[in-house]
């Protein structure tokens, strides 16, 4: 609105919730219009995809009431609440953002535009556009107050029914309007104060009489004026200023009923439903309705706006949302239905997973009964497709089947579903009509030969949708690009078929693995960065952090295995002899040996070699690739597909839209392990290939966290847009650490080493990866479990399930035993003066901390307490000789701040505090880097940028759990800014308060004797039992950084007759 960007005025582009709003509203409503109105025609009429909508109104959903990074509020966001945009639908943030408007901008002769607005105040050099960051500080409290948001107010309680606000408004602008020629009432632009009073205004805020300045009359108020006059007296309706109802937008809406409609790829599928009880139809009993997969509808709309004599290209190739694939959609005289995008297999491999593709129905069908703002019904088209089967095709996929069933209930994760024939539905549909594909258009749907290849991946599984349209005896025009289209995915097939037998014996033995055959190719090759194995690189759990640490990875992949073991053909150089590895490739029937050769000939040979695979030409180690990518998904080996996903630089399609989702959320993403330079920032959007080739960079080329950190992007952006409620508090997301922690949960909760753990991350399955990733965002309780594969089934990866426990603490299977284990707590005659401590500090902090089931294995002979009165791992026995521990308690805080340091969580309202406290000391060190309190002079409490500057000095410690004892460390010393105190010195090391605390902690457990179990944490030397204790209790964390802090700012605090225990 104020065609500036950051409120420094130096040209810093930023995010506007205004110009969001607007947007928003402009998309909704020029949707459908037709440019020259009845005299138009089809090519001007203007398409507008609810998505895109959709997006808008989560991004404002996300800032509100915060106005950008460097606005914490703005008046000029009446104008998106209100009248003339009312592009908010939540009337409680509409409420919330008017009375921030109010309560921090409202002043006796209008509103200011924002806190610190330089713009005509006495103190603005008018001789420079910028301002210096210091001093935006001079503007506090002087800044110009706009009476042109008065008229806004006056607006707003005509449209709200509000007749006190109308009348309240009116009166105050009446007094502060200036008298014109024949006594016509003008609107300055703004009231400034003198430059003789700028100090006692600075004393006293909103006491020194004002003068106008600027333009007299100011048109844009001026203009708001005289319409709020016409509203107020009755002169004008507000129908008649508001044509297109916009200001409804915060009415309650009638609830939306998902129309569901399943249909079988084939006949054969159709039959497997019917065994079942599930009539269904197959795509081919729906003709002459079309059913396309959601990627041809991203080719149709490219064709929008082309006009090769304008040398307009049309609109990008972008990703349809679930909203724009649950609309029917007419096409040359011809109903078309598209799938949506989640089930697409032809893209990255998250549709691979039917329990993810399950997964993701639930979530879209919530989103669709939320979101929906057509009338008729979104019609969401599920299909049901060869994948969907068990691994031998006799059966449909038991997560499949049950879903089906929860749809003809009517209701499927909170969403009203109605599941039926696509035919019964056609009447209370909703319908787009594509008409700039008209036949009689200029632009012909084939431009030229190559058309149709451009689809970001274009070497993936044909989905199954040509039986259908392959079949019919004469084709368009339309229908021949289509099928064009489809085809230009599809692949042949060359391996040899997976032999069921697990029995068999494979090309290579058994004991070497992939990562051993690997190495030994690089040392062949003389690579000095060879390629990285399938499993994360990892060193094992150290014996002094206790923690998985990525930190210092990659390693090199070179194993101890004597090259001498591999008996690889060679030729008569001594080469590895490539020919004869495509000769074993013909006989090999084993997954992970076909992945063991294809890799070695892609490091020798590269992926453009044609290996001439049973005399056939152009059989390149790519397209043999692909066709492994396949199988193994097929097979489930989630730890090949990801690999070979990096082999074939496969892209989520939506990761652009995905991190632009996350950064539009006020998100900050880093990609690759910290510190810097190494952890990459990501702080704009940027094009898919840039973005793809920063992340491969940040993972130092290390292709399975490359392809792992996409599809975390994917997840996160999933429920930024589902449960922001998530992501309170955090403002930057560090992909690289959410990994190793998820790995550090798995070495944690399995009980194994690091390289084990990491490899069971790789090998999770997708749903399983997103449900880890939410259990670790939301603090839930969950378990892991190891389980076994079928005999019969192909796959060589170990199986791990991610499973939510209760607040028991057990899984419902297990909680069977609870009523019997309490009967026989009753009857111990144990005496321990700490048990009530101990349980209202875990029942004060089971809201945010948990333990896993798995974690600590405790023996019955000897457990360690981690209970305030014994910390140190002392056992206790009743009378009887039974040893009763908590060592399922044991670890659980260290847990929880490694986990909340790594997703950098921190608690409401930290930076607001942090500020506070700046005001008082010149600074605050934070393991060797300042903060200055300079940074208040520029930045406000509230300001996003003021909390990414403070996280920013914050993730430059690299241990997460210690980075959350400084922050413990910060909120006490924050409990001083509330004190009377002008002062409390320079500037405070938080470091040494830390460590101050750690040693009062490690003096007083050898006062008790607790010699043997203080080990230190080498990098820190923070004792661990100090990294693991509550917050609270008298031997909590708080309670020592409270007599840290006293005794580091005892000379500053006031004398009293209190003395420090």
């Given at each position: 609105m104020w065609e500036r960007g950051d409120k420094t005025n130096q040209g810093i582009p930023e995010l506007n919730a205004s110009s969001v709003g607007m947007a928003k509203a402009a998309l909704e409503a020029i949707d459908e219009l037709d440019l020259f109105g009845a005299h138009g025609g089809r090519k001007s009429v203007i398409h507008v995809l609810p998505d895109e909508v959709e997006h808008c109104q989560s991004i404002l959903f996300s800032m509100l009431p915060r106005a950008s990074t460097s606005k914490e509020i703005d008046a000029g966001l009446l104008s998106i609440i209100s009248f003339p945009a009312f592009a908010v639908e939540d009337v409680n943030l509409v409420n919330v953002t008017k009375n921030e408007i109010i309560s921090k901008l409202q002043g006796r002769y209008g509103c200011c535009r924002f806190l610190r607005d330089g713009y005509k105040t006495p103190r603005e050099d008018p001789n420079r556009l910028h301002y210096d960051p210091a001093e935006l500080k001079l503007f506090e409290n002087i800044e110009c107050e706009w009476p042109v948001f008065w008229t806004y107010f006056i607006i707003d309680g005509v449209f709200s029914g509000d007749a006190v606000q109308v009348q309240e408004y009116r009166e105050a602008l009446e007094g502060i309007l200036i008298r014109g020629k024949n006594g016509i009432r003008l609107v300055p632009e703004l009231y400034a104060v003198p430059p003789n009073k700028v100090d006692e205004e600075y004393k006293n805020p909103h006491t020194v009489?004002?003068?106008?300045?600027?333009?007299?009359?100011?048109?844009?108020?001026?203009?708001?004026?005289?319409?709020?006059?016409?509203?107020?007296?009755?002169?004008?309706?507000?129908?008649?200023?508001?044509?297109?109802?916009?200001?409804?937008?915060?009415?309650?809406?009638?609830?939306?009923?998902?129309?569901?409609?399943?249909?079988?790829?084939?006949?054969?599928?159709?039959?497997?439903?019917?065994k079942h009880g599930v009539n269904v139809q197959s795509i081919a009993d729906i003709h002459p309705i079309q059913v396309q997969p959601g990627r041809i509808l991203s080719h149709i709309y490219a064709k929008l706006g082309r006009n090769k004599n304008m040398n307009l290209s049309g609109r990008p190739y972008r990703h349809i949302g679930v909203l724009g694939t649950s609309k029917l959609y007419v096409i040359r005289n011809?109903?078309?239905?598209?799938?949506?995008?989640?089930?697409?297999?032809?893209?990255?491999?998250?549709?691979?997973?039917?329990?993810?593709?399950?997964?993701?129905?639930?979530?879209?069908?919530?989103?669709?009964?939320?979101?929906?703002?057509?009338?008729?019904?979104?019609?969401?088209?599920?299909?049901?497709?060869?994948?969907?089967?068990?691994?031998?095709?006799?059966?449909?996929?038991?997560?499949?089947?049950?879903?089906?069933?929860?749809?003809?209930?009517?209701?499927?994760?909170?969403?009203?579903?109605?599941?039926?024939?696509?035919?019964?539905?056609l009447t209370t549909s909703f319908y787009t009509y594509l008409t700039f594909l008209d036949p009689d258009c200029d632009e012909k749907l084939f431009d030229n030969a190559s058309e149709g290849t451009f689809s970001p991946d274009s070497d993936s599984d044909l989905v199954g949708y040509l039986e259908d349209t392959c079949n019919q005896e004469s084709q368009d025009e339309l229908d021949h690009y289509i099928n064009h289209l489809l085809q230009s995915t599809s692949l042949r097939s060359y391996l040899p078929p997976l032999c069921k037998n697990t029995e068999d014996r494979h090309v290579f033995s058994a004991i070497h693995s992939t990562r051993d055959i690997l190495s030994v190719m690089a040392k062949a090759k003389g690579l000095e960065v060879p390629f990285v194995p399938m499993t994360l690189p990892t060193k094992v759990l150290s014996a002094h952090r206790k923690s998985l640490n990525l930190v210092d990875s990659p390693q090199p992949l070179l194993e101890k295995v004597p090259e001498s073991d591999f008996q690889w053909p060679r030729d008569d150089h001594g080469?590895?002899?490539?020919?004869?590895?495509?000769?074993?490739?013909?006989?090999?029937?084993?997954?992970?040996?076909?992945?063991?050769?294809?890799?070695?000939?892609?490091?020798?040979?590269?992926?453009?070699?044609?290996?001439?695979l049973s005399g056939q030409h152009g059989v390149t180690v790519q397209n043999l690739l692909g066709e492994l990518y396949g199988k193994a998904g097929l097979n489930q080996e989630w730890g090949l597909i990801r690999y070979i996903s990096g082999l074939l630089r496969k892209k989520v399609e939506v990761l652009a839209e995905a991190c632009t989702d996350l950064l539009s959320h006020q998100k900050q993403l880093t990609v690759g392990l910290p510190p810097e330079p190494r952890e990459k920032?990501?702080?704009?959007?940027?094009?898919?290939?840039?973005?793809?080739?920063?992340?491969?960079?940040?993972?130092?080329?290390?292709?399975?966290?490359?392809?792992?950190?996409?599809?975390?992007?994917v997840y996160l952006a999933m429920y930024v847009r589902a449960q922001p409620s998530l992501f309170v508090e955090m403002l930057r997301l560090r992909i690289g650490l959410i990994i190793q922690v998820m790995a550090t949960e798995l070495a944690r909760s399995l009980n194994c080493s690091g390289e084990e753990a990491s490899e069971s991350l790789m090998n999770l399955s997708p749903f399983d990866m997103k449900n880890l990733l939410h259990h670790i965002l939301s603090g839930k309780e969950f378990g892991v479990e190891r389980s076994v594969r079928p005999i019969h089934s192909s796959t060589s990866s170990p199986t791990i399930s991610i499973h939510e426990v209760g607040h028991t603490g057990v899984t419902k299977t297990e909680r069977s035993g609870i009523n019997r284990l309490r009967s026989e707590m009753k009857q111990m005659t144990r005496r321990f003066s700490a048990d009530e401590q101990f349980f209202s500090v875990g029942q004060a902090a089971s809201s945010s901390a948990h333990s896993s089931k798995s974690a600590v294995t405790v023996p019955r002979?000897?457990?360690?307490?981690?209970?305030?009165?014994?910390?140190?791992?002392?056992?206790?026995?009743?009378?009887?000789?039974?040893?009763?521990?908590?060592?399922?308690?044991?670890?659980?805080?260290?847990?929880?701040?490694?986990?909340?340091?790594?997703?950098?969580?921190?608690?409401?309202?930290?930076?607001?505090?942090?500020?506070?406290?700046?005001?008082?000391?010149?600074?605050?060190?934070?393991?060797?880097?300042?903060?200055?309190?300079?940074?208040?002079?520029?930045?406000?409490?509230?300001?996003?940028?003021?909390?990414?500057?403070?996280?920013?000095?914050?993730?430059?410690?690299?241990?997460?759990?210690?980075?959350?004892?400084?922050?413990?460390?910060?909120?006490?010393?924050?409990?001083?800014?509330?004190?009377?105190?002008?002062?409390?010195?320079?500037?405070?090391?938080?470091?040494?308060?830390?460590?101050?605390?750690?040693?009062?902690?490690?003096?007083?457990?050898?006062?008790?004797?607790?010699?043997?179990?203080?080990?230190?944490d080498q990098a820190t030397g923070i004792c661990h039992f100090f990294y693991d204790s509550a917050p609270s209790g008298a031997y909590g964390t708080m309670t020592y950084l409270t007599r840290a802090v006293a005794s580091y700012l005892q000379e500053l605090l006031p004398n009293s007759g209190c003395q420090m225990q």
């Open positions: 009489d004002r003068v106008p300045m600027g333009k007299v009359p100011h048109l844009w108020g001026q203009s708001l004026y005289i319409l709020s006059s016409l509203l107020a007296e009755g002169f004008l309706a507000a129908g008649e200023i508001d044509p297109l109802n916009r200001r409804f937008s915060t009415s309650v809406k009638p609830d939306v009923v998902v129309q569901v409609t399943v249909l079988a790829e084939n006949n054969h599928i159709k039959d497997l439903l019917r011809q109903i078309f239905t598209f799938t949506p995008q989640f089930t697409d297999q032809h893209h990255f491999y998250l549709a691979l997973d039917n329990e993810m593709i399950v997964e993701m129905l639930r979530i879209e069908l919530a989103y669709l009964c939320t979101c929906w703002r057509m009338t008729g019904r979104p019609t969401l088209t599920f299909p049901i497709s060869r994948t969907m089967l068990t691994n031998d095709g006799s059966d449909i996929h038991s997560a499949v089947l049950s879903t089906i069933r929860k749809l003809e209930d009517g209701y499927f994760g909170g969403a009203r579903v109605k599941l039926g024939n696509l035919s019964e539905f080469d590895v002899d490539c020919e004869k590895l495509v000769e074993q490739l013909k006989d090999c029937s084993n997954l992970q040996d076909q992945a063991d050769i294809l890799y070695i000939l892609y490091v020798i040979k590269g992926p453009s070699w044609d290996t001439n920032i990501i702080s704009a959007p940027l094009p898919p290939e840039e973005l793809t080739k920063l992340i491969y960079e940040a993972s130092g080329q290390d292709i399975s966290i490359a392809v792992l950190t996409q599809e975390i992007v002979d000897y457990c360690r307490s981690s209970t305030p009165s014994s910390p140190t791992g002392t056992s206790s026995s009743d009378s009887g000789g039974h040893h009763i521990g908590w060592g399922e308690r044991q670890g659980q805080w260290l847990r929880r701040r490694r986990l909340d340091g790594a997703i950098n969580r921190v608690p409401v309202g930290f930076y607001q505090r942090v500020w506070k406290i700046l005001q008082k000391c010149h600074g605050l060190s934070i393991d060797g880097y300042v903060l200055p309190s300079s940074t208040t002079r520029e930045m406000t409490p509230h300001e996003i940028k003021f909390a990414v500057h403070v996280e920013s000095v914050l993730n430059r410690v690299p241990q997460p759990e210690y980075r959350q004892l400084l922050v413990e460390a910060i909120m006490v010393l924050t409990l001083l800014s509330d004190t009377e105190m002008t002062s409390i010195g320079g500037i405070i090391h938080v470091d040494q308060i830390v460590q101050m605390a750690s040693q009062l902690f490690l003096q007083d457990q050898v006062s008790i004797g607790a010699m043997d179990t203080l080990e230190k």
